[in-house]
Structure formats: C-alpha cells, structure tokens
C-alpha cells in the first residue's frame, strides 16, 4: 500500500509539494514544518508522534 502524499498542512492549509518537507503521523495526517513544531511533534487528531515524511521526486509529464 503506497503511501499518500497529501498535498496540504492539516493546521494552516499551506500548500506541500511531493518535494518539501513535511511531517506525518502513522494514520498519514500531514503537517508543514512549523505546525508540526509548534504541536512538539505530536499528532493533534490521535496524539501519535509527528515524523519526516519521505519526499518523492516531482513527476515529469
């Protein structure tokens, strides 16, 4: 099962490309680096902790 690549920060709607960093918990909920900062790290919908999500390459048409 692939990962899903979320294209938004659950907290402030900044937009995340494939490419930037972006911090996940283990149900995939997503969030910029800043919210995930101000939130230590802990996932606000089921307290999980908050880790780098892997980037992918952007994809070529």
């Known amino acids: 099962m692939a990962l ?9 709607e ?3 490309s494939l490419d930037s960093q972006a ?8 969030f910029c680096p800043v919210c995930a900062d101000s939130m230590s790290f802990i996932c606000p919908n089921c307290g999980g ?4 999500r892997p980037r992918r390459a952007p994809q070529t048409a």
């Open 23 to 30: 911090f996940i918990c283990s149900y995939e909920c997503t």
């Open 49 to 52: 902790e908050l880790v780098r």
């Open 4 to 12: 899903e690549m979320r294209h938004t920060c659950e907290r402030c």
């Open 14 to 16: 900044t937009g995340l």
